[in-house]
């Protein structure tokens, strides 16, 4: 079976009048000027707020249903001396979540005991189980939430009949087990009327990640503690953890724009000088060079952080973000290392045995929804795998690792514009449990009705995807002439950072260009060009392109214009996105005709 590659590229559109604006306002090359007006950055207050987010700018936290009354009971037990129990959740947001609360109620003068729970032996989020052992090993008389408990309706009733207070501080939408409202605070900015909550919160809010959530209840903590006269509050700035609001954000992947936008430009600007002992070392052990970026904690910091917790227990990657102890501090780092390295190593396994399952049975006209389920399949894991099959085949796709308890315990990822969620709805008397929202969820499944399940969601997604165009697509934001490919143009993008979800790096695209040399494989997976590009030859690197065939003859590409660092060279690098025999040019077709004015 030949697995689909290559992709449709579509044209960015901007109105010739909107682009010209942009480079009147603001000296923009064309090619950029271009990119911003197609992303809908055109008026001048909208570019210099866009280009220079200002703290200012942040939306008030009491904006946010519920997160009054949370600061209300928060603050009245600390008064009371009560021990409050953070209950986290393993990943990178929910790990910097936990670490900033603990911080900022340990300022103001509270008794904190932290727990993130073992994603083998608890589960995600904001389970009973787990939550009853806290209680009889801690004693807590409020619980606070981060990154998890919109749907714990078990735990905080639970909590609630021991005369525990819980209040939630939550980013993810209701599941199927309902909405928590027994809690004595629910704060979760995608919350509204349809669930309950008498308003909703403002637009720019409601895309925060867990560990946003937590900064704007801190936010508020400190404005309540001040206005009650609490001496701690007078000294604290929330500022000096935003190096830790970044990296949860960014590695969550929540769209980088409006209140996420802010909180990353100013974290990425402190975490170049950190005072933060943990995060510090972290840098210094991943060989982190240069000016630190969201690829850095994409791709670098964010993946040790996350390897504690998906192959052990997240308590190393908490105690990191919290020592100011130097030498405990490189202790913690090297592991966290250590453990990268065999989360990438299981990771590669696991995805090589469900490719050799998939590609030996996989029919891209009869298969719309991949189920695939193995023995010995990392639980902490399965979610990444199930990410890079998604993307490998352009399809819905659920991992299952089948346990000796007679349980499948699945992670299931989607592709754009598809709703797995509901999707996985008419399927729900085959499941033991299911929750989650678009673009991933979970599942428990009995092992002898992964036959049945695999066979029905697969008929579920035939119904929306079968006929349908889903050939994964490329948007090339502006094609370039050889002569635009130069530090000038880096120097453009790069005042567009941080780039990440919905603000991705520019993909360029140039015509008619023909190899120096043969193309080759590098590192085993990725193919290496070299390009004469305006009389300079440029590399280019696609990575996990190795098994691709390049046409013979000229090409066009469409790349990432990166400057990478390698043995104490800087040079500019052109990341391929995609390649293809080179098509005449084909002119953009005009803009619409709007009609007569009324």
């Known amino acids: 079976m030949q697995i689909p590659q290559g992709k449709r590229w579509i044209d960015a559109q901007a109105a010739p009048d909107d682009i010209q604006a942009v480079i009147d306002s603001y000296g923009f090359s064309p090619p950029m000027a271009k990119t911003l007006a197609s992303r809908g950055l055109v008026s001048r207050e909208d570019i210099a707020r866009f280009l220079q987010p200002r703290i200012s700018d942040l939306v008030d936290p009491f904006a946010i249903p519920g997160l009054k009354d949370a600061c209300d009971i928060i603050l009245d037990h600390i008064e009371n001396g009560s021990v409050i129990l953070v209950y986290g959740d393993y990943d990178v947001d929910g790990v910097t979540a936990t670490a900033l609360m603990v911080q900022v109620l340990s300022e103001l003068g509270a008794q904190t005991v932290p727990f993130i729970p073992h994603p083998i032996e608890d589960g995600a989020g904001f389970e009973l189980d787990p939550l009853m052992r806290c209680i009889r090993v801690h004693h807590p008389q409020l619980v606070v939430t981060v990154d998890c408990g919109t749907s714990s309706v078990q735990a905080v009733d639970a909590a609630s009949r021991l005369g525990i207070d819980v209040v939630i501080t939550d980013h993810h939408e209701p599941s199927d087990a309902g909405i928590a409202h027994h809690a004595c605070a629910l704060v979760n900015p995608k919350l509204g009327p349809v669930h309950g909550v008498q308003s909703g919160a403002p637009k720019a809010v409601r895309m925060l990640a867990g560990v946003g959530v937590a900064f704007k209840l801190c936010h508020g903590l400190v404005r309540s503690a001040r206005a009650r006269g609490v001496e701690e509050a007078s000294h604290i700035d929330l500022t000096r953890y935003l190096d830790m609001v970044a990296m949860g954000t960014v590695a969550d992947i929540v769209p980088l724009l409006d209140e996420n936008r802010i909180l990353v430009y100013h974290g990425l600007r402190l975490m170049n000088h950190t005072r933060s002992v943990g995060i510090k070392t972290l840098l210094k052990t991943a060989d982190v060079a240069g000016e630190v970026d969201t690829y850095h904690i994409g791709f670098i910091i964010g993946p040790r952080i996350n390897a504690a917790g998906r192959l052990g227990h997240a308590d190393s990657a908490l105690e990191l973000l919290l020592t100011e102890d130097p030498k405990r501090a490189m202790d913690l780092a090297a592991k966290l290392s250590h453990d990268s390295l065999d989360r990438q190593q299981i990771e590669d396994r696991i995805v ?118 889903i050939q994964r697509q490329l948007t090339v934001d502006a094609w370039l002439e050889p002569k635009n490919i130069n530090d000038h143009l880096y120097a453009d993008q790069a005042r567009l950072r941080p780039f990440g979800h919905s603000n991705p790096v520019p993909v360029w695209g140039l015509r008619n260009v023909v190899p120096v040399y043969p193309p080759r494989v590098s590192g085993g997976k990725h193919l290496k060009c070299f390009f004469n590009i305006h009389g300079i030859q440029r590399e280019a690197i696609g990575f996990g392109m190795g098994d691709r065939r390049v046409p013979s003859g000229p090409l066009d590409i469409a790349f990432n214009l990166i400057l990478n660092r390698y043995n104490g060279q800087t040079y500019l690098q052109l990341h391929l996105q995609d390649f293809r025999a080179a098509q005449p040019e084909v002119p953009s077709p005009p803009p619409p005709d709007p009609g007569p004015e009324e």
């Open 352 to 469: 090589r045995e469900a490719c050799e399952d998939l590609d030996a049975r996989f029919d891209p006209e009869r298969d719309f929804g991949l189920v695939v389920a193995h023995e010995n399949w990392h639980a902490g894991v399965i979610g990444i795998v199930a990410s890079r099959l998604a993307s490998r085949y352009n399809r819905p796709v659920v991992v299952i690792d089948k346990n000796p308890d007679g349980i499948g315990r699945a992670s299931c990822r989607s592709i754009p514009g598809f709703d797995l969620l509901r999707h996985l709805t008419p399927c729900a008397d085959i499941l033991r449990r299911f929750g989650g929202h678009a673009m991933a969820a979970g599942l428990q499944i009995d092992l002898d009705r992964i036959p049945e399940f695999a066979t029905r969601f697969n008929a579920v997604c035939a119904g929306t995807l079968r006929g349908a165009d």
